[in-house]
Each structure stands twice: as C-alpha cells, then as structure tokens.
C-alpha cells in the first residue's frame, strides 16, 4: 500500500523526538506528506476546531508555550510539515473528520510502558476510532 499523508500524534514531551524520527523515516520513503497533531486534553474542549497553526495568521487561541514547543518540534523534523494542527479535547473525537478533510492515510501514536498507560490508554483510543492504518510506537 502507499501512503501519501502521515499524520503524527504528538504530545510536549521529548519522547516525541522518537515518532518524529519514526515518522521522517517513512515519509522520506514513501514520498508522503507530513503532519503533526497536538490536542491539548487537559481543560477539556475550550476551543472545539483544530488550527493548522502553520496557516493560520493572527493570534492562537492556545498556550504560547505550547505553540513554541510544536515549532520546535517542526524545526526538529528532517522532512517538511504541511500542516501542525492544534487544538483541545479529545483526538478521537475529531480524527475522522480531520483525517478526511485533510487526506491522511496513515497515522502514527506513541504508547508508553508505564502504569498510567495500562490504566488509561490514548492509544488503545485511537486504534479503536482510527479510519486509517496506525502505527503505534512504544515508548519506554
């Protein structure tokens, strides 16, 4: 099968160098767009539409940290980024339209080995809601 868009699930923490990397590799070889999406699930659904914050101009109705840490994480990439969307509630809720406006066939998550994953998997969530093949990462 050929993939023509990833779509990375990121989260602020350096482990997403791992699924950045994971993901160039793949998008390098495949000749495939990349994306990332960052939800900030914390306060719940603040502002219910994603932001390509790549495209949108004016001021971001989100954390100014946070926008900082998702540039960094594109400037990190090694492939270009078409779209960083950003946005607050939960991914599952908006993957499948996110995914089809947007043409993205595949999609990659980490799942870290910890307790609290066991206990509550965001991960589990997506492979149970994902239109589209998934690649979960383990991250230690």
């Avoid at 699930?41 to 900082?68: C, R, S």
């Avoid at 799942?111 to 997506?126: A, E, G, N, T, Y």
Wanted: net charge negative; aromatic share 10%.
């Amino acid at each position: 099968m050929e993939y023509k868009h990833i779509l990375v699930a990121i989260e602020l923490s350096q482990d997403t160098n791992i699924l950045i990397d994971r993901a160039t590799f793949f998008a390098n070889k495949l000749d495939a767009d990349l994306s990332f999406v960052y939800i900030d699930g914390t306060h719940g659904e603040i502002y219910p539409e994603l932001v390509d914050i790549k495209q949108h101009t004016g001021e971001l109705p989100f954390n100014e940290d946070a926008v900082k840490q998702l540039r960094d994480f594109e400037a990190y990439s090694e492939h270009n980024i078409k779209h960083l969307f950003m946005g607050t509630g939960d991914l599952t809720d908006k993957l499948k339209e996110t995914v089809a406006a947007n043409q993205v066939d595949f999609l990659i998550c980490g799942h870290h080995h910890d307790f609290w994953s066991k206990i509550i998997s965001h991960s589990k969530q997506l492979i149970d809601k994902s239109p589209v093949d998934i690649l979960v990462v383990p991250i230690e």
